[in-house]
């Protein structure tokens, strides 16, 4: 019996081996068998957007860079706190003497302490883009996350004594949504009066656009503002002129502010240097805009 079976388990591997090509499989034979064809991957529409969300959502850089942001301004927060005339705000807009003020930092909300990235995501996803429509929609739903660090900042300055002022360009009839929404992440609310979204009144100071001086100024009316914090840079000082040589300028003059007194979180998403670079023109046909930011990459010289 054994040789039979020898014989069996040969003819056995032989037929096996034959199913797949060996390194012994001439050539010209390989060729003849037919290959099966590639799928055809489906056509993926481009999106401007699609890199700067997916980095958001999925880079553990970006976590890092936000919990660095946070972690250094927990590190420089007590000095704020000693130095009894230390203040964030710019000469122009702090009205009245700091000094004496319960402290308060100054927090922008949208990609500094709620991240919206799953709303970009659907726009990527739908190729649309922003509308107040279906932005209150996102809004109401109330499921921003954190942005990485802030809660923790956040929560440790409450302990100080320091009071959270949310001002934000959501507007204010997303007032109650929002504060729900700060709430459920573990964000400190002291009260409802904390939140300054895009409408609030300020006697006195007429809002241009907007521009968030009057709410800075209204909030140093009450509080000496230690910090601030935002991932635009109208979040901390008026911008007069949305264009990229007046943006670098005003970032030069505080430039030593940041790290300090300011902290920026990164948004490569949306934000006022996008259309600085194509003239602030919306209303230009999308290819009009992304040849403006085409020309506007700087090549070696
Ligand atoms: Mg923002």
Not at 85 to 107: C, F, I, K, Q, Y
Not at 166 to 195: C, E, Q
Request: net charge negative; aromatic share 8%.
């Amino acid at each position: 019996m054994r040789p039979v079976l020898a014989v069996s388990l040969l003819a056995a591997a032989l037929s096996l081996a034959a199913c797949k090509p060996t390194s012994f499989t001439a050539p010209a034979a390989q060729a003849t068998v037919a290959k099966p064809q590639a799928a055809k991957p489906a056509a993926v529409p481009a999106n401007d957007n699609l890199n700067a969300v997916l980095w958001v959502q999925r880079a553990a850089e970006y976590d890092a860079v936000s919990q660095t942001v946070y972690r250094a301004a927990a590190d420089e927060l007590d000095k704020a706190l000693k130095e009894a005339n230390w203040d964030a705000l710019v000469p122009t807009e702090r009205g009245n003497a700091a000094t004496g003020l319960p402290p308060a930092v100054v927090m922008d909300v949208d990609e500094t302490v709620l991240d919206n990235s799953p709303y970009q995501a659907r726009l990527v996803h739908e190729g649309g883009s922003y509308d107040e429509a279906t932005w209150d929609l996102w809004v109401a739903e109330k499921k921003a996350k954190p942005v990485p660090g802030v809660v923790d900042f956040a929560k440790a300055a409450a302990a100080k004594g320091v009071t959270i002022l949310y001002i934000s360009n959501r507007a204010v009839h997303l007032k109650d949504a929002t504060i729900a929404n700060l709430k459920a992440v573990g964000m400190p609310v002291k009260d409802d009066s904390v939140f300054l979204g895009l409408g609030t009144f300020v006697e006195g100071c007429e809002q241009d656009g907007s521009e968030k001086n009057c709410r800075r100024k209204l909030a140093g009316q009450k509080y000496r503002v230690l910090m601030q914090f935002g991932d635009q840079l109208g979040d901390f000082v008026q911008i007069v002129a949305n264009t990229p040589k007046d943006r670098d300028a005003l970032y030069d003059e505080y430039a030593d502010w940041f790290g300090e007194r300011w902290f920026m979180l990164p948004n490569p998403t949306y934000g006022s240097w996008e259309p600085a670079v194509f003239n602030n023109a919306w209303d230009q046909p999308a290819e009009a805009r992304r040849q403006g930011k085409l020309d506007s990459l700087e090549l070696a010289k």
